[in-house]
């Protein structure tokens, strides 16, 4: 699959300008005899970025169509790949033995509601402070002040400065004991590189915020509430 995902990286952009340098790079996919540019014309331009393997149907041991995704400009598509193996005997080696095939991708899956589960207010307005806290100190990697909020035993990463803390949006606390999961929606201040100057108001220069979505195991010693662990939230309920 990562023959076919190489091969599509360079099937999938060419340009006038570049030409040679495809078929160049072509040959070392192609079995002997193949258009060295594998049916393209040698005119108009293709740009395909984010080409991942995507699934393989397989025809025998030796054959199978390699099915890859990528995007091409605000377009989601596929690139089917047929491709042979030569086998262990023969070195473990892989050639494109056929054209590719350009189909459209998928359409997102349709995505079924889950209930929402029942809340408890009270814990999550002890808990927005502490959590306010977590997260101020999980963005700027303050080792020490980060302890005061993870729970007796633990230790976590954190981003070191990678972000800032903007704000805690959202906290969901489900019913429960002393242990809970719990969802918070974080949004983080992107820093910009360079700073913004003063009163900039260029896009590309002004820091971004983004938001995020993280699971929590809280435990409840005494009367403040700390973090076991933090995940990525997962699906959304409601």
């Known amino acids: 699959m990562a023959f076919a995902a190489q091969f599509a990286g360079v099937y999938l952009n060419f340009s006038p300008e570049d030409a040679a340098s ?21 005119y108009g331009k293709l740009a395909a970025v984010a ?3 995507y699934d393989i149907e397989a025809s025998d041991d030796r054959n199978a169509v390699v099915n ?10 596929m690139l089917s790949v047929p491709v042979y193996y030569s086998g262990d005997d023969a070195g473990r080696r892989f050639v494109i033995s056929g054209r590719p095939a350009i189909l459209p991708a998928p359409a997102p899956a ?19 402070p502490q959590l306010e ?8 990697g303050d080792t020490g002040g980060l302890q005061r909020y993870v729970a007796a035993g633990k230790s976590l990463p954190s981003f070191a400065g990678a972000f800032t803390f903007s704000q805690l949006k959202e906290v969901v606390v489900p019913v429960g004991g002393a242990t809970r999961e719990i969802q918070a929606v ?17 896009p590309a220069v002004v820091g971004g915020t983004l938001e995020q979505a993280y699971r929590l195991t809280v435990e409840k ?15 959304v309920a409601g």
């Open 186 to 202: 974080v949004v983080w201040a992107v820093p910009s590189d360079p700073p913004p100057t003063p009163n900039s108001t260029d």
């Open 68 to 77: 890859v995704a990528y995007q091409s400009g605000p377009r989601r598509m």
């Open 22 to 42: 495809r078929s160049s790079k072509l040959k070392a996919f192609l079995a002997e005899g193949m258009d060295p540019q594998l049916g393209w014309d040698g």
């Open 51 to 53: 080409i991942q393997p």
């Open 221 to 235: 010693q005494g009367d403040k509430w700390f973090v076991a662990d933090i995940r990525g939230g997962g699906r």
């Open 133 to 140: 806290g977590f997260f101020k100190d999980y963005a700027s």
């Open 110 to 128: 349709d995505l079924p509601q889950v209930a929402a589960p029942e809340t408890d207010d009270a814990a999550a307005a002890e808990l927005k």
